[in-house]
């Protein structure tokens, strides 16, 4: 699993971009890439988990979407990441 961490600003021109970066992403959840994703309550970043350990397909959807470049947005980390306890249903449950 690899977890992808956003940092928002308060610049308002990622809002832009976000209704077709959501529809991107709900297609990388129906493909089986994304496990989950959404922003904090507090609405100063994000995370994303994706269901595989291949770092290339994780930057790959990164790149082909321009909300992650967009101002007001910024990848903290994309790193693998390991459950140590309980677990996280997966897209059958």
């Given at each position: ?32 890439l994304l496990l ?58």
């Amino acid at each position: 699993m690899i977890a992808v961490i956003l940092s928002f600003s308060d610049d308002p021109a990622r809002l832009e971009l976000r209704p077709a970066h959501r529809e991107r992403a709900a297609a990388l959840h129906e493909q089986g890439l994304l496990l989950a994703g959404g922003p904090f309550e507090d609405q100063s970043g994000a995370l994303l988990l994706f269901s595989t350990d291949d770092m290339a397909a994780v930057e790959a959807a990164i790149a082909d979407d321009p909300y992650y470049s967009a101002p007001g947005v910024r990848v903290v980390t994309a790193q693998p990441w390991t459950i140590a306890t309980g677990g996280i249903p997966g897209p059958s449950s």
